[in-house]
């Protein structure tokens, strides 16, 4: 049985993560992963950190997804964002603000 899932497993996990991202719903809104993380203090560093072009981006999909929501309209399908185009953007910002956090911390515990 472990080898038949071997096999199929990354197939059907990309297929269950795909029908996932679509019923979410967010992408309907134009919006990313990334746009809908919870904003604790590490999330807000991160998104602080952003190049000017990500962060008025992300301002942009925001703004425009809140105005979807208050008129209870949604893109066009051909304006969704695709599950295969949707970039972690904020993922490498985040991991280094994790990073940095865990090491202040770990230095306070030892000093």
């Not at 999909?61 to 599950?83: C, D, F, G, N």
Request: net charge negative; charged share 30%.
């Amino acid at each position: 049985m472990s080898g038949y899932v071997a096999r199929i497993g990354p197939l059907v996990f990309s297929n269950l993560g795909k029908w996932a991202y679509n019923m979410s719903g967010f992408n309907q809104y134009g919006l990313h992963r990334d746009d809908c993380l919870y904003e604790n203090e590490d999330v807000q560093e991160a998104v602080r950190r952003l190049p000017r072009n990500l962060y008025d981006d992300r301002n942009y999909r925001i703004m425009r997804a809140l105005h979807l929501s208050m008129t209870k309209t949604v893109l066009p399908q051909e304006e969704w964002t695709k599950y295969e185009e949707d970039v972690k953007y904020l993922e490498p910002y985040l991991q280094e603000v994790i990073k940095e956090r865990e090491e202040r911390e770990d230095w306070n515990k030892n000093h």
